[in-house]
């Protein structure tokens, strides 16, 4: 049977690569659904090339350039815009038997969780919604028997080196590898004047803006410190996290007996969104293999949480449990959207953080409102301390 894929986020640099991989198996994957955020002339070029079913502008101003554009292109392609379409895709049974979800920030979190409701098989890269409410949707999937594959590329490697029964007994550590960002190496100091063009310049990935910037805070690995901890049950005790340049070792298992397994590849999403799309085949994703000869060597060195402080939060929110991730999710969010329109110094992004989760209480996160109702807090909480010139 032909997957049907739904694709939510197609225009961003997963949803690219996600369909480099799907248009490569015509016999085995079909892009049904596919949706964006506000780019409408991007998503019509995509519908063009992919000619899904349905198509999703999230921004509601953009359906009636989204219909035109269809109707010109001559593609029977449905139009429909909103966050509520993308919920009702994400279950239709018809529309879809795979989701990517690939949307930036807490936005993604409503389809992901529709989807995993719904049971469907969720290739889950949208990182934030399982740092904001990662018990609900990893219960969500279990109670509905939804299969999540990680995509991100160190939970992906960490999900091929565990064992596939689910057992956990005989690991012993999660070693997740970071390749330090654009300002490894930096002290304080010399981050102080760092520009928004400078901090999305990942030396080994490309990326869209948030998570470059993300990367470059560290905040990325900390993000993915609670990612880990929810997508394998896995306490914070036992997740390290490595610095590794060259960006080759996507992440590593250490078991009990002393085995450490490690995943390697070339520093390309198309390779995990392929475990994903294909499992529990192997398909091609247009990666090379990795030729070790030819890179020469693999560098490791201690995370440096003095200068990037970012990490510590993580870790600590992750601790501290409740609402503090979706507290940190947030106040990252809006920190990292003001630095990239120039507003605050990159300093001032774990600065604004760590104000946040300082000023707003933590909560036991019991529920879906609860969450929302801290990530609302925190965002305003974010807001007023750069208005006021609290945090620059
Ligand atoms: P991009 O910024 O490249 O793409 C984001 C996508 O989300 C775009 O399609 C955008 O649409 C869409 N979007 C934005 N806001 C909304 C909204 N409110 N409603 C619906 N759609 C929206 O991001 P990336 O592809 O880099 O990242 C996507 C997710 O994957 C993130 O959570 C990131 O952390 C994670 N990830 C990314 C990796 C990577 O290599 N890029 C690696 C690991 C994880 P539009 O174009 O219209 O704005
Ligand atoms: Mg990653």
Same mark, same amino acid.
């Given at each position: 049977?032909i997957?049907?894929v739904?694709v939510?986020?197609?225009? #961003?640099s997963?949803?690219?690569?996600? $369909?480099d991989?799907?248009?490569r198996?015509?016999?085995?994957l079909?892009?049904?659904v596919l949706?964006a955020g506000s780019n409408?002339?991007?998503l019509?070029? %995509?519908c063009?090339?992919? @000619?899904?079913?349905?198509?999703v502008?999230?921004d509601?101003?953009?359906?009636?350039?989204l @219909?035109?554009g %269809? @109707?010109a292109?001559?593609?029977a392609?449905?139009?429909?815009?909103?966050?509520?379409?993308l919920?009702?895709l994400?279950?239709?049974?018809e529309?879809?038997?795979?989701?990517?979800?690939a949307?930036?920030?807490?936005a993604?979190?409503d389809?992901?969780l529709a989807?995993?409701r719904?049971?469907k098989?969720v290739?889950?890269?949208?990182?934030?919604s399982l740092v904001?409410?990662?018990?609900?949707m990893m219960?969500?999937?279990?109670?509905?028997g939804a299969?999540i594959v990680p995509?991100?590329?160190?939970?992906?490697?960490i999900?091929?080196c565990?064992p596939?029964?689910g /057992? &956990?007994s005989g690991?012993a550590?999660?070693?997740?590898t970071?390749s330090g960002?654009?300002?490894?190496?930096?002290? &304080?100091?010399?981050?102080?004047?760092?520009?928004?063009?400078?901090?999305v310049? !990942?030396?080994?990935?490309s990326?869209?803006?948030?998570?470059?910037? /993300?990367? =470059?805070?560290?905040m990325n690995? #900390?993000?993915?410190?609670?990612? =880990?901890? !929810?997508?394998?049950?896995?306490?914070?005790?036992r997740?390290?996290?490595?610095?590794?340049?060259?960006?080759?070792?996507h992440?590593?298992v250490?078991?009990?007996?002393?085995?450490?397994?490690?995943?390697?590849?070339?520093?390309?999403?198309r390779?995990?969104?392929a475990?994903?799309?294909g499992?529990p085949?192997?398909?091609?994703? #247009?990666?090379s293999?990795?030729?070790?000869l030819? !890179?020469?060597?693999l560098d490791?060195e201690?995370?440096d949480?003095?200068t990037?402080?970012?990490?510590?939060?993580a &870790?600590?929110? $992750?601790?501290?449990?409740?609402?503090?991730?979706?507290?940190l999710n947030?106040?990252n969010?809006?920190?990292?959207s003001a630095f990239?329109?120039?507003?605050?110094?990159?300093?001032?992004?774990?600065a604004?953080?760590?104000?946040?989760l300082?000023?707003l209480?933590? %909560?036991?996160?019991?529920?879906l409102?609860v969450?929302?109702?801290?990530?609302?807090?925190?965002?305003?909480?974010?807001?007023?301390?750069?208005?006021?010139?609290?945090v620059?």
């Open positions: 049977m997957r049907r739904a939510f986020g197609a225009t #961003g997963i949803g690219t690569s996600a $369909l991989v799907i248009a198996h015509p016999q085995r079909r892009a049904s949706a409408v002339s991007a019509i070029a %995509l063009a090339t992919h @000619r899904p079913d349905h198509a502008i999230a509601p101003s953009g359906l009636t350039a @219909r035109s %269809l @109707r292109a001559g593609l392609t449905q139009a429909h815009a909103g966050m509520a379409a919920d009702a994400a279950v239709d049974a529309a879809c038997d795979t989701v990517v979800a949307i930036v920030g807490a993604g979190l389809s992901t989807a995993l719904a049971g098989r290739l889950l890269a949208n990182k934030e904001l409410a990662g018990d609900l219960r969500a999937a279990r109670e509905a299969v995509i991100d590329s160190e939970h992906n490697a999900h091929q565990l596939a029964d /057992d &956990r690991v550590r999660i070693v997740l970071a960002g654009p300002f490894r190496g930096r002290d &304080r100091a010399a981050l102080a004047e760092v520009t928004p063009a400078q901090a310049a !990942h030396p080994k990935w990326m869209g803006p948030k998570i470059s910037v /993300d990367s =470059a805070t560290l690995k #900390g993000l993915e410190l609670i990612e =880990a901890h !929810h997508l394998f049950a896995t306490p914070s005790e997740l390290d996290v490595l610095v590794h340049p060259q960006s080759l070792v992440s590593l250490e078991f009990i007996d002393g085995s450490t397994l490690a995943q390697l590849g070339l520093p390309d999403m390779t995990a969104l475990v994903g799309l499992s085949e192997r398909i091609a994703s #247009g990666v293999g990795l030729d070790l030819q !890179h020469g060597r490791f201690a995370p949480t003095d990037f402080p970012c990490l510590a939060l &870790r600590a929110a $992750l601790i501290a449990g409740g609402t503090a991730p979706a507290l947030a106040a969010e809006v920190a990292v990239l329109q120039g507003r605050i110094r990159f300093l001032a992004i774990p604004l953080v760590e104000h946040v300082a000023a209480p933590t %909560l036991p996160a019991d529920s409102d969450l929302r109702d801290a990530d609302a807090q925190a965002r305003r909480a974010a807001g007023q301390a750069i208005d006021s010139g609290v620059h």
